[in-house]
């Protein structure tokens, strides 16, 4: 947890135990510098000073180096103390240590303040610091009256003295009448101390037996850590998780520094970050509990307003109980969208982008992620069980009570134990049921724990001011993750296949059938950026798609026939009626508008392939085993006819209707009534025209020619009025659904009386260009005219109107269809249809100066390519009178037009074509820096904006000088794109051009062109050179977007450029690293470095093995780990490629210093090890080497404890090896055991028992048990 965002990451575990008052600090020099106090090479250059020894002495030559490079090879300074104590004395060298440390006034401003700052922090529970320090100094003492322990007299912790007070490891400052200045000094002095004594040795190790030991003030390399850690070291046996240290660098290097010594490392980036961090520290240590109540009270912000470490501090106190239970507690409740960070799998989302051209692209990570997140997780990542914390999930420190561990006696489901944290935070989730957001996080789980599940439903019957909706969503939910269906495969299907055939259909088999035929409702994450984001709409205005995808599962029966005995069919068609009303139900509750009952008629009038669902596979059985039925017991068939509800619209009105045209079943004339009976909205349904026209065309003749005249009236009022649907647009609809179901009648033979033959013809008249296709396709399945009316596009408005009243009416037509929440666009639709008269429209429109930007977008976009060549230039030659202003309005529509139709407009037509690109260019280059922005907007994160570059490559493609860029090198004709063929003049004088365009419109051009540097350097190596590659230099202003482009190919470097750009190649690493890119770029430039030295070693592009070290060492950690991930799939993909290539550049290249190996990289390096197969000892004792002790939370074993993909795990091909690999790579003491180590150990003793007595297994096994 960080207190502020520069500041150092502070352990959980290291904040709870403080809390705890187990925290002791140990300081050094660093404490007292900001006091006025001198470091250690202070202080023993103002003792050399004042002694002034001859500058050839012994004194002088060892310490002469600390004056010309301390980061140099140097003496260390105790042992040029022991040559000050030979050469001056003891005594007087120590007594001019006195007089240098004599505190100052404690009235000088600033006076051990960092010193009361440790105190606070490191104070036991009973409010009285508890600080050793290796400093003689008394600014500990200021301002308190402390007990002062003093060597050799310390407390005897063994036998449960307290700490409490200052306890001066070296000696404390004496007076300045006292003859003896008994300091830890020299290194004889450290000697005793530490190694042949060893008294400051053994109260160190009895201290950090009983509490925790924070190092502050010194450096890895300072004399009381060199030895007071040798001395611990000297067994091995001490806890290392006890001891941290700060230090200041980077993290990877000050890892690096202490590791070795056995200390957690905590780095930070400068010395006023760490005091501020550390002031913030002593307000929590002041009082917790406040501490931790005035940071939840952040909770009431919406997360996303806050940064990433303030989320952090949140997290940080909902992983105690206390905290969870004062985020539970809060009256009102936590903003609800805090459960997206407490949900790793819902902040570590990859991003969404919204649909259409200018749609918001949401990042989970920037909204929702702490900043100790693993910000790049890839899918081999996840694969090796590499996450960020879940904080919904069980946690060390959580209970694990045994009655959840018991296969008799188990609680009741719903009322199993929880650890009270997650019970805390179940408790909150229940409380703010009434917000969307919870509803859409609940809907996307895998499954939801059944004690949370009944916390949820005592909620919503407690709740009488629940939102109806919410009600019901939350209803729909909950029946969901109640059913165990939908948490794992369900393969009952086979089971009752297998006990039919065993036992026959017997009244158990069928209560068996009953229960698996019983369809499910399954809830899954939404669509597009609603499956990372939460929705934003109140219960009002939410739809169930706003929550997740809704949508019910019927009996799948694998392509697999059910055959059904005459004896039991009768109930065994009752069973499946009976599952066809309830997912009635359900479609009903899910609010389905789109699903389409399958056609009775599977054989008839279809036109292609039907789509077979498991609806359609339920379907199709239930009317098979109905026609059974029917001809076996028709009074059985016909009674469940009967009780079918014609308002069922998804199943039971076409099942209905499809009985009705059963001669054995009705007579014709009962039928007739049936369907007269039937409302307008069923008699109209369109899912239903099928089977309702094959029934009256099949059945005519049939009917009265009372029933015939009545069932047609019926047919020629035609439809009621709906509510989206204006008068003059219902008689257009009415006359044509009347037409069309009157005139299929008609074509089928079916006679209708002389007048309302005659009213037919009258009707259809009426009706502009009728089609007698149209009626005979409107039972057609999937036919073009099944649901004509009310498209988004139909053009019929616009079709009768003159040219100049066309725009208008569109535009009222679009304004009214957005209040109404209609996509309805009637001018797209002219277009397709009559792209003249589209045409004709804005012309008109353009003469009185009239430019509508949505109906211009619709005409270049949708356009037909199939149109006349007169009126395609017409069309071109209207583009290039656009306006100036009107091209900048319409700039990202006619750049992204150009950029894919370009190379055709040329082959219609060359000069008109580069005279509508002209026409374009001019326009952006005209407009200012505006027209050449790119249509990607900020990113922001917390209010504010992200720093992210827009000089790149992503941005280049969403601006229209990008897109026209690309226009051009699209329009490079195919014969002069061979070697050395050049690019034409007249688009390098256009490339010239735009790469002087204003804005951000010169970096997207100069971004196009580097990301074809290779192919350019083939076709055009002279211009290439000359006018591009000397932008990659890293003093030209183009640099940035330059090599963002170029790195955004991805494809290495070809042959000539690599000899061009090598010395800039060598140079990439660090400046890279100052780029606000997404580190993907840096990425890229590692894997092309790497594939220079692995693989042109040896010719004059190549990277020797000097040059890749050294630019691994200037890779940032996470940079040089995905680099590690790259040579996996060098070792994978190339033939003997581990053999050959990785073993050698891992042998020869990688660099050796300490520094390297931390944490995150042998994580890295156990991913590599898991992918190499046969070849994993040969690539393991190559690795080895940078191989360390880490405690990690991610759990990357898991390849070698289980089978992936059909491969045996590593451990069970290669034990011993792996057992040295665990051992290697395993801690003496763990806070927490990885998930998978105790498998891969015991796999190793199952694979091969003899090492079972292998001292390696023996400590493992010992610390996992203990553990």
Known sequence: MRFHADGPPIPDGLLDRRDEGRVVFLCGAGVSIPSGMPSFIGLTQHIIEF???????????????????????????????????????????????????????????????????????????NGIPQVVTTNFDKLFELNDE???????????????????????????????????????????????AYLSEAWATNFIRNLLDRYTVVLVGYQAEDPPIKYLLQGLNHDGQYDRSRLFAFDIGRPEDVEAKWRDRGVSAIAYADHDHFWQTMAAWAERADNPRNWRASVIQTARRDP??????????????????????????????????????????????????????????????????????????????????????????????????????????????????????????????????????????????????????????????????????????????????????????????????????????TTSVLRDFRRICNPRLRVTSPYGIASVRPPEKDWDSLSLGHLGKFEIKFLERHNENLEVPDEVLPQVFGILQDQLVVASGLLGDIENKYFKCPTCYPNREVDGENYHSDATSTAELFLH??????????????????????????????????????????????????????????????????????????????????????????ILN????????????????????????????????????????????????????????????????HGSYTGWVGTDEAPDALLSLPANEI????????????????????????????????????????????????????????????????????????????????????????????????????????????????????????????STESGLGQIHQGGQVVERSRRTYDYAINGPIGMCTEALFQAVPGETQEAGSLIPKH????????????????????????????????????????????????????????WNGFLSAQNVPSRPLVRIIKPLLLELFPWINQQAWDTDYARTAAQWLGWTCIFKQGTPEGLTNREMRAALRLMPDEVRNSLIFWLGKVGQKNENGWEKLVVPFLQSVWPRERVYRTSSSVNAWIGLLDDTGDYFPIVYYAVKQFLVPIESSSNPLYRFAHELNGETPITAK?????????????????????????????????????????????????????S
């Open 51 to 125: 002694f002034d020894p001859p500058k050839d002495s012994g004194v002088m030559r060892a310490f002469q180096p600390w004056l010309d490079d301390p980061s140099g090879p140097t003496i260390p300074l105790d042992q040029v103390f022991n040559l000050l104590h030979q050469e001056y004395g003891k005594t007087e060298v120590n007594a001019l240590v006195m007089q240098r440390l004599t505190a100052p006034s404690a009235t000088t401003t600033g006076i051990g303040y960092h010193h009361s700052l440790i105190k606070r922090i490191s104070s036991s529970l």
């Open 146 to 192: 402390l007990a002062v322990h003093i060597p050799p007299a310390f407390p005897d912790l063994a036998f449960g003295a307290s700490i409490e007070g200052i306890t001066y490891l070296h000696g404390r400052l004496a007076g300045a009448d006292e003859q003896q200045h008994p300091y830890v000094l020299s290194s004889a002095d450290f000697g005793r």
């Open 304 to 505: 996303k307003s806050l940064l990433s470490h303030e989320r952090g501090q949140v997290a940080h106190v909902l992983r105690s109980v206390q905290g969870a239970k004062l985020f539970s507690e809060m009256a009102p409740p936590a903003h609800p969208e805090w459960i997206c960070v407490m949900d790793a799998n819902v902040r570590s989302a990859k991003e969404s982008k919204g649909y259409g051209e200018n749609a918001e692209t949401f990042y989970p990570m920037l909204a929702y992620g702490l900043d100790d997140d693993l910000k790049h997780i890839t899918d081999d990542d996840y694969r090796r069980g590499v996450s960020n914390e879940n904080l919904l999930m069980w946690r060390y420190g959580d209970d694990n009570p045994p009655t959840s561990h018991r296969l008799t006696e188990r609680q009741t489901g719903g009322y199993e134990f929880v650890p009270p944290r997650l019970s805390y935070l179940s408790a909150w989730i229940g409380k703010s049921i009434e917000s969307p957001t919870l509803a859409w996080w609940a809907a996307r789980q895998n499954g939801l724990h059944p004690s949370l599940l009944q916390q949820i439903e005592w909620q919503i019957e407690q709740r009488t001011d629940l939102h109806k909706r919410a009600r019901h969503s939350w209803g729909l939910i909950l029946e969901h993750h109640r059913d165990h269906r939908n948490q794992a495969w369900d393969g009952r299907w086979f089971t009752i296949k297998k006990r039919i055939a065993r036992e026959g259909w």
């Open 625 to 714: 085993l109905f026609d059974r039925l029917a001809d076996q017991s028709p009074s059985i068939a016909r009674g469940h006819a009967l009780t079918w509800p014609v308002d069922d619209r998804f199943f039971f009105r076409k099942f209905k209707t499809y009985a009705l045209a059963k001669i054995s079943l009705f007579d014709a004339n009962e039928a007739a009534c049936h369907i007269l009976n039937f409302d307008q909205e069923a008699f109209w349904d369109s899912n239903n025209v099928r089977e309702l026209l094959f029934l009256m065309s099949d059945r005519w003749t049939e009917f009265t020619t009372g029933n015939r005249q009545l069932l047609l009236e019926r």
């Open 718 to 781: 035609g439809p009621d009025q709906l509510t989206h649907w204006s008068e003059d647009e219902y008689e257009a609809i009415r006359a044509r659904y009347a037409s069309t179901y009157g005139r299929y009648l008609e074509l089928q033979g079916c006679e209708l009386c002389p007048e309302q033959s005659r009213k037919l013809s009258q009707i259809i008249s009426g009706i502009e260009n009728w089609n007698d296709g149209w009626a005979a396709s409107i039972v057609k399945l």
């Open 807 to 930: 725009v208008p009416r569109a535009r009222n037509d679009l304004e009214r269809e957005f209040r109404s929440f209609t996509e309805k666009r009637p001018f797209t639709g002219l277009v397709k249809t009559n792209p003249r008269k589209a045409l004709a429209g804005l012309t008109s429109a353009g003469k009185k100066g009239d430019y509508p930007e949505p109906f211009w977008s619709a005409i270049i976009n949708e356009m037909p390519d199939q149109i006349s060549p007169r009126l395609k230039r017409v069309f071109l030659k209207r583009l290039t009178k656009l306006p100036r202003p009107v091209v900048h309005e319409l700039r990202h529509t006619l750049a992204r037009w150009i950029e894919k139709k370009l190379t055709d407009l040329l082959d219609f037509d060359h000069e008109l074509g580069w005279a509508v690109f002209d026409h374009v260019m001019d326009g952006l280059l005209d407009g200012g820096e505006k």
């Open 987 to 1042: 688009i390098k004088e256009r490339i010239g051009r735009l790469l002087s365009a204003p804005g951000e419109g010169a970096d997207h051009a100069v971004s196009i062109t580097t990301s074809k540097l290779n192919w350019l350097m083939y076709v055009d190596p002279n211009w290439t050179e000359k006018l591009f590659v000397p932008m990659l230099a890293f003093d030209h202003h183009m640099a940035e977007p330059a």
């Open 1214 to 1266: 290669f034990p011993e090896d792996t057992l040295d690999l665990i051992d290697t790579v395993t801690p003496r003491t763990l806070t927490r055991l990885p998930y998978e180590l105790p498998k891969v150990v015991s796999l190793i003793a199952e694979v091969d028992p003899k090492l079972r007595s292998d001292r390696r297994y023996l400590r493992l096994i010992d610390l996992i048990e203990r």
